[in-house]
């Protein structure tokens, strides 16, 4: 079933006609793509989760092999979470576990709290924290770049981040930061950036958290009811997410598990698939209805 045939589809409430892809065998796992507005195909199969999981990757709308909607005001994220209700239905789950990575994860916080019923396991992966409001520090940054002081392009990336903190970033500078973004800077994760530049939907990104997308207050006190168990996975070395945040966001859940993977940036099934699939895979294999600590 990985991948081969016709990219299935299914109809939106709005109709346009969204795809998905199908990778691996197992208990479904429906996965949201960060970016925002990336291709799913980034994701990969997630570091080898597809053999252990069978991976449902939307194309949110207007990326991939989904259609681009009548209305582009249907980009901004909360006018999505019909899109993944949807997407359950087709597939015919009652409930459905769910991975959504970075800006996916306002997707699935403001999923999780219209629908907490059709929620079974949650893992949001270095999660953005737009949608539950929460305040990401420009020296919390600063502090997990300066993990990085011996690493040889440290010095240009520190001075870029400096400058984007301060609020005088260039484009130049936002580029110049892309190291601090992963475990390694190597040939893999340039490939990663740059297929970035060519995977997103720069109309659909701009219109995600456009005005009205988020009510942090409504979004945190459901969040807060929520009985499904959730795991928080940050990188170690991620400026988007550092650790104080990340501990932050696993406090709106009552039921959550944070864990920081050593060595890791934004994209952790990349830097180091072992200790990614260990984590995942234990966390989604548990059973019970509440923290699998």
């Given at each position: 079933?990985?991948g081969?045939?016709?990219t299935?589809?299914f109809t939106?409430?709005?109709?346009?006609l969204?795809a998905?892809?199908?990778?691996?065998?197992?208990p479904?796992?429906?996965?949201?793509?960060?970016?925002?507005?990336?291709d799913?195909?980034?994701?990969?199969?997630?570091g080898?989760?597809?053999?252990?999981?069978?991976?449902?990757m939307?194309d949110l709308?207007?990326?991939?092999?989904?259609?681009?909607?009548?209305?582009?005001g249907?980009?901004?994220?909360?006018?999505?979470?019909e899109?993944?209700?949807?997407?359950?239905a087709?597939l015919?789950?009652?409930?459905?576990?769910?991975l959504?990575?970075s800006?996916?994860?306002?997707?699935a916080?403001?999923y999780?709290?219209r629908?907490p019923?059709?929620?079974g396991?949650l893992?949001?992966?270095?999660?953005s924290?737009?949608?539950?409001?929460?305040?990401?520090?420009g020296e919390s940054?600063?502090?997990?770049?300066r993990?990085?002081?011996?690493?040889p392009?440290?010095?240009a990336?520190?001075a870029?981040?400096e400058?984007?903190v301060?609020?005088?970033?260039?484009?130049?500078s936002w580029q110049a930061?892309?190291?601090f973004?992963h475990?390694?800077?190597?040939?893999?994760?340039?490939?990663?950036?740059a297929?970035?530049?060519?995977?997103?939907?720069?109309?659909a990104?701009?219109a995600?958290a456009g005005?009205?997308a988020f009510?942090?207050?409504?979004t945190?006190?459901?969040l807060?009811?929520?009985?499904?168990?959730?795991?928080?996975?940050?990188g170690?070395?991620d400026?988007?997410?550092?650790q104080s945040?990340?501990?932050?966001?696993?406090?709106?859940f009552?039921?959550?598990?944070?864990?920081v993977?050593p060595?890791?940036?934004?994209?952790?099934w990349l830097?180091d698939?072992?200790?990614?699939?260990?984590a995942?895979?234990?966390?989604?294999?548990?059973?019970?209805?509440?923290?699998p600590?």
């Amino acid at each position: 079933m990985a991948g081969s045939g016709p990219t299935p589809t299914f109809t939106a409430p709005d109709g346009t006609l969204l795809a998905y892809h199908v990778f691996g065998d197992g208990p479904p796992l429906v996965c949201l793509p960060g970016g925002p507005m990336r291709d799913s195909a980034y994701l990969g199969q997630l570091g080898g989760l597809s053999a252990h999981r069978q991976l449902i990757m939307l194309d949110l709308r207007g990326t991939g092999r989904s259609e681009v909607p009548a209305d582009t005001g249907s980009y901004r994220c909360d006018r999505q979470v019909e899109d993944v209700e949807a997407l359950r239905a087709h597939l015919g789950l009652d409930r459905m576990d769910l991975l959504a990575h970075s800006a996916g994860a306002n997707l699935a916080a403001l999923y999780t709290g219209r629908h907490p019923e059709r929620v079974g396991r949650l893992v949001m992966l270095t999660p953005s924290v737009m949608g539950v409001g929460i305040t990401i520090t420009g020296e919390s940054r600063i502090a997990t770049a300066r993990l990085r002081r011996d690493e040889p392009w440290y010095p240009a990336a520190y001075a870029a981040l400096e400058a984007v903190v301060a609020g005088q970033g260039s484009a130049d500078s936002w580029q110049a930061i892309a190291p601090f973004l992963h475990g390694r800077w190597d040939d893999a994760a340039r490939a990663y950036d740059a297929a970035d530049e060519v995977r997103k939907n720069a109309e659909a990104t701009a219109a995600y958290a456009g005005e009205g997308a988020f009510d942090p207050d409504t979004t945190r006190k459901a969040l807060a009811g929520l009985d499904a168990p959730v795991l928080v996975l940050a990188g170690e070395f991620d400026v988007s997410l550092p650790q104080s945040a990340a501990v932050e966001y696993a406090a709106l859940f009552p039921h959550a598990r944070l864990l920081v993977q050593p060595g890791a940036g934004h994209a952790p099934w990349l830097d180091d698939p072992e200790r990614f699939l260990a984590a995942t895979t234990e966390f989604l294999a548990t059973t019970g209805a509440r923290n699998p600590a």
